[in-house]
Nanobody, 127 residues
Framework: QVQLVESGGGLVQTGGSLRLSCAAA????????MGWFRQAPGKEREFVAA????????GYTDSVKGRFTISRDNAKNTVYLQMNSLKPEDTAVYYC????????????????????WGHGTQVTVSS
């Protein structure tokens, strides 16, 4: 198993930046594809970004392309989400997720494809 803890959320004005971190404890972090999801009040959890086990492949939802960057440091067992040019519609609880994979270039977009989840960190963007 792997335990995930998110940090870095907070309140920021429109156009501002935040960097979320997700620290993993447990089994070999470098064997897990990682993803970031978010859930706003009254809405379903949605895919934000994902990264393969060595960071060679990444994917983003269209609404964050060019503004958000996912990265990972396997030596630190941490995945990051750099969020720039934030908008009020980015307001949500952000969750990181992990899924063990044997495919170096694989990442996943659907919540159901992930076995492990953190508890989330709140991001609020004021207008």
């Amino acid at each position: 198993q792997v335990q995930l803890v998110e940090s870095g959320g907070g309140l920021v004005q429109t156009g501002g930046s935040l960097r979320l971190s997700c620290a993993a404890a447990g089994r070999t972090f470098s064997s897990y594809a990682m993803g970031w999801f978010r859930q706003a009040p009254g809405k379903e959890r949605e895919f934000v970004a994902a990264i393969s086990i060595r960071g060679s492949t990444t994917g983003y939802t269209d609404s964050v392309k060019g503004r958000f960057t996912i990265s990972r440091d396997n030596a630190k067992n941490t995945v990051y989400l750099q969020m720039n040019s934030l908008k009020p519609e980015d307001t949500a609880v952000y969750y990181c997720a992990a899924q063990k994979t044997y495919y170096s270039g694989m990442y996943y977009r659907a919540p159901g494809e992930y076995d492990y989840w953190g508890h989330g960190t709140q991001v609020t963007v004021s207008s």
